[in-house]
């Protein structure tokens, strides 16, 4: 996804250019090294790595002070500066005994980095991102996650679709596979706009006969979506920002995801094309009279298409949201979402137990809303 791109406007604008871009360039660096330990969570957990990780983490947690700086109208503002808490929220994760917690927000937020600055990463980056992978071992899947995570998508598509063309044998090789078929997915749509490969992607395992029932359910919803999708004929390079924002809100609308907690997953289709549409509305018109309903959509969009690559930026967008429209109906649109999923996320068999950050920052997030 293209998110990181709403970034660019702060970099290009700051008054050090040279210094914020040589900065830009370094973080870019930790985000490619810590790409071969998020594919794999042994590699992640294992502590001869953690060093590389807190490393990686120190560079990225310092992106905040390029931000910092009399530009507090700039729409990528806010997303600066909530990066980097991020950063600092998964670097506690990780050093308090949850690397799991810690590698999925990281996924989402490298994510946010890759997807737009692939191309200014040093090819010395990259050489030594593909060594380490090399040298951790990583299986095929996980590959195929690394070279994904690295915009190296045909060479992780034909991972994947090696992986999907095997026979399911088990049901930890269906579990795995519906893990690669997701995966594939997020790829086809959100990165490549590509909606034949999709389609034939899922006509090729709607015809078999060894899907359990959930998986062939799910695919025949998916494959009902890309096939609309594929009449539209929409090209989404070629669109309009506002034509993008316009078709994304339909879609999320479609979806229904507002209407509850849970991930929409027959809808998978739908909101992974609606993040893409308006991640990319965003890039190209920053400064829009839309936007901030864009912010909403994408935090509505980004829970409920229950992707990796979009773990809990559902947050970053919508307290975003806030921040740039204080006092405001859209704000308290924003802070209720926010409120009821992280509630919900909090919630279990034991009751709701909300750690006293996330509540106060919450209450802080309502009174700038109100």
């Not at 494959?223 to 090209?235: G, I, S, T």
């Amino acid at each position: 996804m293209k998110g990181a791109a709403l970034l660019v406007a702060v970099w290009l604008a700051a008054p050090d250019a040279g210094e914020v871009r040589a900065t830009m360039h370094g973080n870019l660096a930790a985000v490619v090294a810590l790409q071969p330990l998020l594919a794999s969570p042994e590699a992640f957990k294992d502590p001869k790595n953690a060093a590389t990780i807190y490393s990686s983490l120190a560079v990225l947690s310092r992106m905040k002070h390029q931000f910092m700086r009399p530009l507090a109208q700039e729409p990528a503002a806010a997303f600066g500066d909530l990066f980097s808490e991020a950063v600092d929220r998964a670097e506690a994760d990780f050093s308090t005994g949850h690397p799991d917690v810690a590698r999925a927000r990281l996924r989402g937020l490298t994510g946010m980095c890759m997807s737009c600055h692939a191309r200014q990463v040093s090819p010395k980056d990259f050489a030594a991102a593909e060594q380490a992978a090399g040298g951790i071992g990583l299986a095929p899947l996980e590959r195929a996650e690394f070279l994904a995570a690295t915009r190296q998508f045909d060479a992780a598509l034909a991972l994947w679709g090696d992986a999907l063309s095997a026979p399911r044998k088990t049901e930890a090789d269906s579990f795995a596979l519906a893990r690669a078929m997701r995966a594939a997915l997020g790829v086809s749509v959100r990165a490549k706009d590509d909606a034949s490969a999709t389609v034939a992607l899922l006509e090729a395992q709607a015809h078999r006969t060894d899907l359990p029932s959930w998986q062939a359910n799910a695919v025949r919803l998916w494959l009902v979506d890309a096939q609309a999708w594929q009449a539209e004929k929409l090209v989404a390079a070629k669109a309009t920002p506002a034509a993008l924002f316009q078709r994304a809100s339909a879609l999320v609308d479609a979806s229904r995801a507002a209407e509850t907690y849970l991930p929409r997953d027959g809808e998978r289709i739908k909101l992974l094309r609606a993040t893409a549409y308006l991640s990319l509305a965003l890039e190209r018109e920053p400064h829009a009279k839309w936007r901030g309903q864009a912010l909403y959509r994408l935090g509505i969009a980004s829970a409920s298409a229950f992707d990796p690559e979009l773990y809990e930026l559902d947050g970053i967008y919508l307290e975003a949201c806030v921040r740039e429209n204080p006092h405001t109906p859209l704000a308290l649109r924003c802070i209720d979402l926010m409120s009821e999923r992280t509630l919900f996320n909090f919630t279990g068999s034991g009751g709701t137990r909300l750690p006293p950050d996330v509540s106060q920052r919450l209450d802080a997030l309502r009174a700038l809303a109100k």
